[in-house]
């Protein structure tokens, strides 16, 4: 059908054009200068959730071979309040360069003195592998945060959790499992950690404790690469999953990007709604540098053409070149980093993407790879 534009029709676009003019008149003659005081609550939320905080590393903790707690205490004033689960962003200085890392917190939101991260070694991981060998107690960093919606929430999720982790995941595990403990949280915790084997296990010896002492906290080893006569071995499977009625909890599944896959097909196979689902991913690269292509990067006054690496994210690429392109998760969740790709090939670890940015080729850099030369657009 044709939509014809009628006399009345006609009118409204004047009218329309001349608000235009009306609407600039105004602002031409309105006050220009700079508000000239600070609103008190701006001042009160910047106190509360400061853009960046200086921390210095208090104490570091060997949980063993490949892995260690770090003790970030202020170096002025006082941490901002956290949930357990939360994680914050953590600005590594390197070959002149400035990378940015997050790291969930696995210390209790009761203890405000310091946050600890724990972190795993990742075998030709460039940060993982700073932060274990050249971090030293009394080396003081920026922090962001603390971020994430990974948390517990007693109005969405029930009452009683299972959380399903992979690996170094169990670091916002321990923040829930300690909030439980420290009475900042109140749910049922179930635990069902998988890992490698068992020298790879964090907190073990914690979690053994917690579980002994709390009834709200359960928790069950599960070794993939070890058998054991104290140990299950294998995957978390479906049958796992389904000796813990379907309906009843709310599942926490925190792990590498593969375990994420893997339990996502199972929640398929038996039909639990996304709703009942909360899921935190991490990972970091391991730098190989074997494919080069071109990244060509537009922003709006300039284009840059800068190295990238099958291998590695475009976000990789962009802090090599020192682009300070926009990004806090890193893992594909936040949206910060979201950026237009204009032209070239790649492949994506996407896990939240929405279908219009789909269709409009819109991805995010930390998780995307390049294929061949790619240009990109970012939206600053
Ligand atoms: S930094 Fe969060 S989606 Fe890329």
Known sequence: MKFKVGASEKLDMLKFKNLGIEREKIINSSYIDAIKFDYKLNNLVNEIHPKEIKVKVANIINENLETKTFELKPINGTLPNFKAGQYIVLDIN??????????????????????QITVKRVRNGLVSNYLLNDVKVGMEFTIHGPFGEFTYNKFRD????????????IT????????????????????????????????????DELASQNEKIKVKYLLSDEHSSVYDTGLISKDIISEYEIGKYSYFVCGPIHFYHHLNEIFKELDIPNKYIR?????????????????????????ITIPCYEDEPLLQALEEASIDAPRKCLVGVCGFCRSKLIDGKIRTDETSLREADKDYNYIHPCVSYPLSDVTIKLCK
């Open 279 to 303: 899921h935190d991913i991490f990972k970091e690269n391991e730098i190989l540098r074997h494919i080069k292509h071109e990244l060509t990067v537009l922003t709006n006054d300039e284009e």
């Open 94 to 115: 390197k070959n002149n360069h400035t990378y940015k890392r997050s790291y969930s917190i696995s210390s209790s939101p009761k203890n405000l003195e310091s946050y």
């Open 158 to 169: 029930m009452p009683d959790v299972l959380a399903l982790v992979g690996g170094s995941g």
């Open 172 to 207: 916002p595990i321990m923040s829930l499992a300690r909030a439980i403990n420290d009475k900042a949280e109140d749910f049922n915790l179930t635990i069902i950690y998988g890992d490698r084997e068992e020298k790879d296990l964090i907190f073990k010896k914690e979690l």
